[in-house]
């Protein structure tokens, strides 16, 4: 006997196989909008004609395009794009780009509900230690614009309401939440991830994988969700290795999209997150580690150490990576192989013992550390981890 309930989230809207350009337009004209704000990364703009395309198509409701925020989101260009949004007057965002664009233009959405102006008042719309993923924080106003997001990756930060951002200051990543904060329509078209870096794109998969698994084996898991979650697993342990033979096959790289987008359905819910998350968040806000290639490092480690727990969970997990009866770890960890990703810390640079130190007392301070499946209770352990990982 299980209960729970499923809280559906505030995306209207998911287009898959369509051209972005027409599908943003369309949606531009559906919400009256007449100053569209977007937010890419620099090197799209500068190397791709995605943007440009997307620009003619909205014709004169294109107000700006702001390309200048860096990894991990810090807080000083979550500031800097919404005065930039706020100066261009705008009543509609449109991100196009992976997790860092995505998720900053959540927050600044937060940001010019509040008027929020400068680093410091950022604070004021931080989730509260032990506050839902998905809440909003008590007080402040919801945010009023509609988000329209085509992701480049396959990180999936579109279909969530919550955002990490990083403070600079104490080098740790944050989380800024609201259930309004969910962009309102994703377009997943195959066709702008052609650009996006091979290693960026197939390492987001193994960060989506981490959001299937981790969901599966969650303390809170749901039936819906595991579901989906299982789902998210079969079709990126083949079409990962498919888009690493052929990176122009569109079906593949669909499939991948739909896969993102099916592992997420706990994170859209609240379902908490274990130890390969939450050491993750420290390994990016704190070691500088993209996203995915902390997915790539931790999770098999995480799932070896949590397996004890969560056997029967993992049967699940292996039986839809194509093999059942092996250890659900071991497929991980030979699937990130395959694909040529990183599979230690020394490969991203990450050595010293004070800076695996200092990313395990971080980590300590992440919600998700608390919710791992078998529990964490000092930074002792995590850095156990973090050495199993070196």
Known sequence: MYQGTYQLPKIERVVFGRPAADVVREEAERAGARRVVVFAPEILARNTEVLSRLERALGERHALTWTRM??????EDVVAATEA??????????????????????????????????????????KPPGASMVGGREGLRAPALAQVAVPTTLAAAEFTAYAGVTNTATRLKEVFTHPLQVPKVVVLDPEVTLHTPQALWLSTGIRALDHAVEDICSIDAQPYSQGTALQAIRLLARALPQTLRDPTDLRARLDAQVAAWLSTVGSQAGVNKGASHGIGHALGGTGGVPHGFTSCILMPHV?????????????????AMGEPGVDAWRLVERLIAELGLPRSLREVGLEAPETLDAIAEAAMHDPWIKTNPRPIGSAAEVRALLDLAR
């Open 70 to 75: 860096a990894a991990h989101t810090p807080r």
């Open 303 to 319: 799932m070896k150490f949590n397996q004890p727990v969560v056997g029967d969970r993992h049967a699940l997990i292996s039986e």
């Open 85 to 126: 949004a706020r100066a261009a007057g705008a009543d509609l965002l449109v991100t196009v780009g992976g997790g860092s664009i995505t998720d900053a233009a959540k927050v600044v959405n937060s940001c010019l509900a509040n008027d929020v102006r400068t680093v410091e008042q950022m604070d004021l719309l931080r």
